[in-house]
């Protein structure tokens, strides 16, 4: 197995990065290594999963002190799982489940129900109620986004497997009722072993009930007396505007299903937002590069820019350079998912023409004549000359 490479690394990232940095190394990374735009790569899958588990860790507070002090051995098992599926809506993984649960190490290492030794039925002196109703673990989906839909939102349709109660047997899974004939409704069995150390007493769930004490005398051949059946659902969620790439939505109960009557999971979905021809976005604020006339940034105009919103005028100061930035307040991202509306910059590039017509370059050899050295142009020819 391939040693595991520092976080940190991969995300690009310094060890003092702050909680913007590391979501911000993760969305261009994850734009950057999504597996739809490698198809080709039999790797990409992984990498984009490393990039994944690397966010995970450094952006979970406690999870990060735990990987500074001890590395990958102090997050083990913390992440996405490796099951992960990829391409938009049909992409799943388990979160990993409903948490850590001391009561099940002790049901493993003793048998089940309060499983006792040397001469004692259980332990804290009381009969089991068989076994803990248990959360069913979360579901991670990916969902693509066109650009535009990211920034004003959208509804999207989309189809999930989910496990809900059998309708037929309101998840019972059976008919008729009745006290289980083996553990006579306790849930549990007891067994004792002599041996030259003494008697040992051991108490189990009950194989035939798994610990509810009861049975059924007809099994629902619906769900085949699991209580749980798989339906196809169709659902429909409101993405608001100003989502990108990394954030999640939640859909509650639409995870995997509990276990002894415990609740579903939840469903996350996890948004991939697609690049935009000429808009750049750096979190709620939009770049957007103008190019200008050699004309237009010498005497300076009025240009017509557009935004997200539509297009507005802007005047562009004479002398404008290639680089140049100007900033239009409140036309970057309007973000109902955090509340905060972003600013947009205008960044100017100056594009020379690379074929004259005679007229053009007689004019341009006329202006040539008039001597345009800028300040930094008469420095730069000192300092050449000096060091001639």
């Known amino acids: 197995m391939a040693e595991k490479r520092d976080f940190y690394e991969v995300l690009g990232i310094s060890k003092d990065a702050t909680e913007a940095e590391i979501k911000s190394a993760f969305r261009k990374k994850a734009k950057e290594l999504h597996p739809d735009l490698h198809k080709d790569d039999p790797h990409a899958e992984d990498k984009f999963k490393e990039v994944q588990e690397a966010y995970s860790v450094l952006s979970d507070e406690n999870q990060r002190k735990m990987y500074d002090q001890y590395g990958h051995a102090g997050v083990a098992g913390h992440g996405p799982s490796t099951g992960a599926g990829f391409g938009g809506p049909g992409g799943f993984q388990d979160f990993g489940g409903a948490g850590f649960d001391f009561g099940d190490i002790f049901d493993s290492i003793f048998g089940g129900a309060g499983g006792g030794f040397g001469g004692f039925s259980d332990f804290g002196g009381g009969r089991s109620s068989g076994p803990r109703?248990?959360?069913g673990s979360d579901i991670l989906m990916r969902m693509n986004?066109?650009?535009?839909?990211a920034i004003f939102g959208t509804e999207k349709k989309f189809t999930v497997d989910v496990v809900e109660d059998c309708e037929h047997c309101h998840g019972n899974g059976g008919f008729e009722r009745e006290d289980c004939a083996t553990c006579k409704g306790r849930g549990t069995v007891t067994t004792q072993q002599r041996t030259i150390l003494g008697s040992f007493t051991s108490t189990t769930t009950c194989p035939?009930?798994?610990g509810t004490g009861h049975t059924?005398?007809?099994?629902c051949t619906d769900c085949n007396g699991k209580g749980k059946v798989k339906n196809n659902k169709k659902l429909t969620?409101?993405?608001?505007?100003?989502?990108?790439t990394g954030d999640r939505q939640r859909v509650s109960g639409k995870g995997n299903p509990g276990s002894n009557g415990g609740s579903n999971g939840d469903l996350y979905i996890e948004f991939i937002v697609d690049e935009h021809d000429y808009?750049?976005?750096d979190d709620d604020d939009i770049y957007l590069e103008v190019p200008l006339t050699i004309t237009e940034a010498i005497l300076g105009c009025k240009k017509e820019i557009p935004t997200l919103y539509g297009n507005v005028k802007l005047n562009v100061s004479a002398g404008t350079n290639s680089g140049d930035k100007e900033r239009i307040k409140g036309k970057g991202v309007d973000n109902e998912y955090r509340h905060h509306k972003g600013d947009m910059y205008v960044v100017f590039k100056v594009y020379t023409p690379q074929k004259l017509t005679?007229?053009?370059?007689?004019?341009?050899e006329e202006l040539e004549e008039t001597n345009?050295?800028?300040?930094?142009i008469t420095k730069f020819k000192k300092f050449t000359k000096e060091n001639d």
Request: proline share 3%.
């Open 145 to 149: 986004l066109t650009f535009e839909e």
């Open 358 to 364: 005679r007229d053009q370059k007689k004019l341009i």
């Open 372 to 376: 345009l050295d800028t300040e930094e």
């Open 237 to 244: 969620i409101n993405i608001p505007a100003g989502i990108n």
């Open 279 to 281: 808009f750049v976005r």
């Open 133 to 135: 109703a248990t959360r």
């Open 216 to 219: 059924y005398k007809r099994k």
């Open 208 to 210: 035939d009930c798994h």
